[in-house]
């Protein structure tokens, strides 16, 4: 994720923005007779990662096994792939038999709707896109609508147009990133107002140079968190301990599903700074999602 990256961290206030003033009121709405228990999904952009082999894949597999080992480390993906084209039903099954049923997918829009049409005449895409995904069944978590920095609030009409056209057999998370969209309060305000009462996720993105679109609204008991890393500085694990207790205040309040996504430039980061995130989360709130970790590799015997 380059988007908000900066070679330079020495003036960046990394702390978190207290809570929107709506947000206690959402998980409060939010909050079901019977409480089911709270899921939190961590993962990463991409499966392929080939720096792993030997630690966190196991040494010499197929490129085909790729997904089946990650699932055993991470238990959610950001689906970047699903961006560049729309995946036919084939490979979808094969990504639903390779994770296990507690396993979820946030697919990516293609950018043929959200940059190439910006979300004009893209109803035909869009269906096609949300069939082709329906396929991944009970793995398929929030689909996620990423708007380029061109779109601005002079399409507002255009964006609540789709969403109400938007296939409700998807959950969708969308992520606002023109910087118009958070200068004027009331602005965003309006549109968060309107995501709540469509039932739409507003993405949060924690990123250098950008921290304008750390909003802090939730607008559903769903939180969508996109997380840029700097190599395990020690901004890093600050940044992991604060997400970790916000995540847990926000499951006493009323959270039922988070969404860690993880963006580091070296991928063999990713894997620690969940380790840490997860480890500090379950000593605020007890909740327990196995952490990647390095797996043992096969020795091959020796004649001496």
Same mark, same amino acid.
């Given at each position: 994720?380059? =988007? %908000? !990256? @900066?070679?330079? +961290? !020495?003036?960046?206030?990394?702390?978190? #923005?207290?809570?929107?003033?709506?947000?206690?009121?959402?998980?409060?709405?939010?909050?079901?007779?019977?409480?089911?228990?709270?899921?939190?999904?961590?993962?990463?952009?991409?499966?392929?990662?080939?720096?792993?082999? %030997?630690?966190?894949?196991?040494? %010499?597999?197929?490129?085909?096994?790729?997904l089946h080992h990650y699932a055993r480390q991470f238990n959610g993906i950001e689906l970047n792939t699903t961006h560049y084209r729309i995946p036919d039903?084939?490979?979808?099954?094969?990504? !639903?038999e390779a994770v296990p049923a507690t396993f979820r997918f946030c697919p990516k829009l293609p950018q043929s709707i959200s940059h190439d049409r910006a979300l004009y005449n893209a109803d035909d895409l869009t269906v096609s896109f949300c069939r082709a995904i329906e396929g991944l069944g009970e793995t398929l978590g929030h689909a996620f609508l990423q708007l380029p920095p061109t779109f601005g609030p002079e399409h507002l009409r255009r964006l609540? !147009?789709? @969403?109400?056209? =938007?296939?409700? =057999?998807?959950? +969708?998370?969308?992520?606002?990133?023109? #910087?118009?969209? =958070?200068?004027?309060?009331?602005l965003l305000a309006s549109v968060s107002a309107m995501l709540e009462a469509l039932g739409k996720v507003l993405v949060l993105s924690d990123v250098a140079g950008r921290r304008?679109? +750390?909003?802090?609204? +939730?607008?559903?008991?769903?939180?969508?968190?996109? @997380?840029n890393g700097h190599g395990l500085v020690d901004s890093d694990f600050r940044r992991a301990d604060d997400w970790a207790a916000r995540i847990a205040s926000w499951l006493e309040g009323g959270l039922h599903t988070a969404y860690i996504f993880i963006h580091q430039k070296d991928i063999m980061h990713s894997p620690l700074w969940a380790q840490h995130f997860l480890a500090r989360l379950h000593e605020l709130t007890g909740l327990q999602v196995t952490p990647p970790r390095v797996i043992p590799q096969p020795v091959q015997g020796s004649l001496f």
């Open positions: 994720m380059d =988007f %908000g !990256r @900066l070679s330079d +961290l !020495r003036y960046v206030d990394f702390r978190l #923005p207290p809570d929107h003033p709506e947000t206690a009121g959402v998980l409060a709405r939010s909050l079901p007779a019977q409480p089911a228990p709270p899921r939190v999904y961590v993962g990463c952009p991409i499966w392929t990662n080939k720096a792993w082999l %030997g630690t966190y894949f196991p040494a %010499g597999i197929k490129d085909a096994d790729y039903a084939t490979t979808v099954r094969k990504w !639903r609540e !147009r789709y @969403l109400l056209d =938007f296939p409700d =057999f998807v959950p +969708l998370a969308v992520e606002l990133r023109h #910087p118009a969209w =958070f200068a004027d309060k009331e304008d679109v +750390l909003h802090m609204r +939730l607008t559903t008991s769903t939180a969508f968190v996109r @997380l």
